[in-house]
T-cell receptor, first 116, second 114 residues
Framework: DTGVSQDPRHKITKRGQNVTFRCDPI?????LYWYRQTLGQGPEFLTY????????KSRLLSDRFSAERPKGSFSTLEIQRTEQGDSAMYLC??????????????FGPGTRLTVL | QQQVKQSPQSLIVQKGGISIINCAYE??????FPWYQQFPGKGPALLIA?????SEKKEGRFTISFNKSAKQFSLHIMDSQPGDSATYFC?????????????FGKGTKLTVNP
């Protein structure tokens, strides 16, 4: 399977615990995005990487959230001291290097987080 | 602040009918307007996209109509099939600092009855 993969697919945690999600983008895609999707809503942008550089962060990304993309390959999203409001689907998307046209963002299946 | 407004929230059509979903945007700097299809438990998948320099784009049974002056665009699904039952999201983006982050509407849950 050469699509975007995310791990784990589901995570249940207790309030106050730390969680980490992983995203493996499509090979050769140098752009990587994280989005958050709550029930009945569209995905909301969280952060953007071009290679290993984190170039944009949403105001939704509080100090408890941190994302990395070491070596410009896979990415991790960590949430510290989880709150019930963090319960959502966390989606990762990747796209190739900017070209002449606009490139499709390929989404992974998401990690569904439930904070009890 | 919701930059992309989508309607209706839900839609039920009969097999063979036409499904129409509408979106409106506020930021005139947006220059790329994709539609995504999402099935339960899956990530969104690109269905069709349009640039504002054209007023219509058709791919198979799916057509985007774009009205730049009204800042509106819509998705038409012709000959709707039960397999089209999914949630559809319109989105908009612009290039900013290398990022093409997508701004999504709230989604339309489409049900196509057999």
């Amino acid at each position: 399977d050469t699509g975007v993969s995310q791990d784990p697919r589901h995570k249940i945690t207790k309030r106050g615990q730390n969680v980490t999600f992983r995203c493996d983008p499509i090979s050769e895609h140098n752009r990587l995005y994280w989005y958050r999707q709550t029930l009945g809503q569209g995905p909301e942008f969280l952060t953007y990487f071009q290679n290993e550089a984190q170039l944009e962060k949403s105001r939704l990304l509080s100090d408890r959230f941190s994302a990395e993309r070491p070596k410009g390959s896979f990415s991790t999203l960590e949430i510290q001291r989880t709150e019930q409001g963090d319960s959502a689907m966390y989606l990762c998307a990747s796209s190739p290097a900017p070209g002449l046209g606009r490139d499709e963002q390929f989404f992974g299946p998401g990690t569904r987080l439930t904070v009890l | 602040q919701q930059q992309v407004k989508q309607s209706p929230q839900s839609l039920i059509v009969q097999k063979g009918g036409i499904s129409i979903i509408n979106c409106a945007y506020e930021n005139t700097a947006f220059d790329y307007f994709p539609w995504y299809q999402q099935f339960p438990g899956k990530g969104p998948a690109l269905l069709i996209a349009i640039r504002p320099d054209v007023s219509e784009k058709k791919e198979g049974r799916f057509t985007i109509s774009f009205n730049k002056s009204a800042k509106q665009f819509s998705l038409h699904i012709m000959d709707s099939q039960p397999g089209d039952s999914a949630t559809y999201f319109c989105a908009a983006s612009m290039v900013q600092g290398g990022s093409e982050k997508l701004v999504f509407g709230k989604g339309t849950k489409l049900t196509v009855n057999p």
